[in-house]
Each structure stands twice: as C-alpha cells, then as structure tokens.
Nanobody, 124 residues
Framework: QVQLVESGGGLVQAGGSLKLSCVAS??????????MAWFRQAPGKEREFVAS????????YYADSVKGRFTVSGDNAKNTVSLQMNSLTPEDTAVYYC???????????????WGRGTQVTVSS
C-alpha cells in the first residue's frame, strides 16, 4: 500500500500564494513509472482535476482554470509532488487532494492512491 500525506494548506488573501506538498510512502516506485496529481473539491461541488505530473518524464498537465497560475513539480526519487499556487482567488478555495497512480490524467479513477486532503481557503 501507498500512503500519501499532504501539507501546506491554509488561509491566504486573494492574490497570494501557497505551496502544497505531498509525500508518498509505504511502497517504492523507483522502477515503475508513476504519476502524481492534485485534485480539489469545493463544498457542494464534485472533485475536479487541478494538475498532474508523470514523474519518469516530467510531463505536466493542468486544468484550464489554473494554467499560468499553478505549477506542479515532482521528485521521482523521493516520491514527492508539490503544487505552487500563485495569484489565488476565492474560487480556488477547496480541499486539495494528492493522488498517485501509473499514468497522469485528468480523471480521478486513473489514480489508485489518495491522500486525506488539505484545506486551502482564499479570502477576498
């Protein structure tokens, strides 16, 4: 099994920045391509894709709503992924979840492992 632990959430004013981090433990992926991703879920809304990275190629993918503002990065050797979030708006308020699987993609069912989430709140 793989455990994912997110950190870095909090309260920030609109226009500010936050950096989320996620560490995977419990199983090594050093010999297997792995993708890690961020999803978010706001109250009353479905979970939505934010960004992902294929760790063995460093290819990244973003939702249109965050392109140019968020940057996903990862370390294959350390099984970590980060999400740098800039120019935050109240619409970015949500619980952010880290996910891990074999292939980067926008659909939640692509990912096998999930963290418990970290709250990001952007005040206006």
């Amino acid at each position: 099994q793989v455990q994912l632990v997110e950190s870095g959430g909090g309260l920030v004013q609109a226009g500010g920045s936050l950096k989320l981090s996620c560490v995977a433990s419990g199983r090594t992926f050093s010999s297997t391509p792995m993708a890690m991703a961020w999803f978010r879920q706001a109250p009353g809304k479905e979970r939505e894709f934010v960004a992902s990275i294929q760790l063995n190629t460093a290819n990244t993918y973003y939702a249109d709503s965050v392109k140019g503002r968020f940057t996903v990065s990862g370390d294959n050797a350390k099984n970590t992924v980060s999400l740098q979030m800039n120019s935050l708006t109240p619409e970015d308020t949500a619980v952010y979840y880290c996910a891990a699987g074999r292939t980067a993609g926008p659909k939640p069912d692509t990912y096998t492992y999930w963290g418990r989430g970290t709250q990001v709140t952007v005040s206006s």
